[in-house]
């Protein structure tokens, strides 16, 4: 079963750091673009920041400057290193990934591609 799931996320202090990272598990054959959203109580889920496999970058102009998008692609994970932190930035964050799996049906392999979200971390920027 392929899976994201995500961590790092907790209270944060504004003008401070938090680091959030997200793990790929499962038959993955291949990993595409790799992102993190967030969505806010009342607002609708917006895109943080993305990455290519070939690590091409692309941040909403709320962050710019401020986070930097990552990932491992030996180890199948993204990260988001968030600084200069503002109270705006509490939401809760998911991470999203184009991914291949592959399954064996009888000795015979199986591929799909799909988009993949975690279940989200919270991050809470307050004073």
């Known amino acids: 079963q392929v899976q994201l799931v995500e961590s790092g996320g907790g209270l944060g202090q504004p003008g401070g750091s938090l680091r959030l990272s997200c793990a790929a598990s499962?038959?993955?054959?291949?990993?595409?673009?790799m992102g993190w959203y967030r969505q806010a109580p009342g607002r609708q889920r917006e895109l943080v920041a993305s990455?290519?496999?070939?690590?091409?970058?692309r941040y909403a102009d709320a962050v710019k400057g401020r986070f930097t998008i990552s990932r491992d692609n030996a180890k199948n994970t993204v990260i988001l290193q968030m600084n200069s932190l503002k109270p705006e930035d509490t939401a809760l964050y998911y991470c999203?990934?184009?991914?291949?799996?592959?399954?064996?049906?009888?000795?015979?392999?199986?591929?799909?591609?799909?988009?993949?979200w975690g279940h989200g971390t919270q991050v809470t920027v307050s004073s």
């Open positions: 999203n990934a184009n991914m291949t799996a592959y399954r064996d049906v009888d000795g015979v392999f199986h591929f799909s591609t799909s988009l993949y």
């Open positions: 499962g038959s993955i054959l291949s990993i595409g673009d």
């Open positions: 990455v290519t496999s070939a690590g091409t970058t």
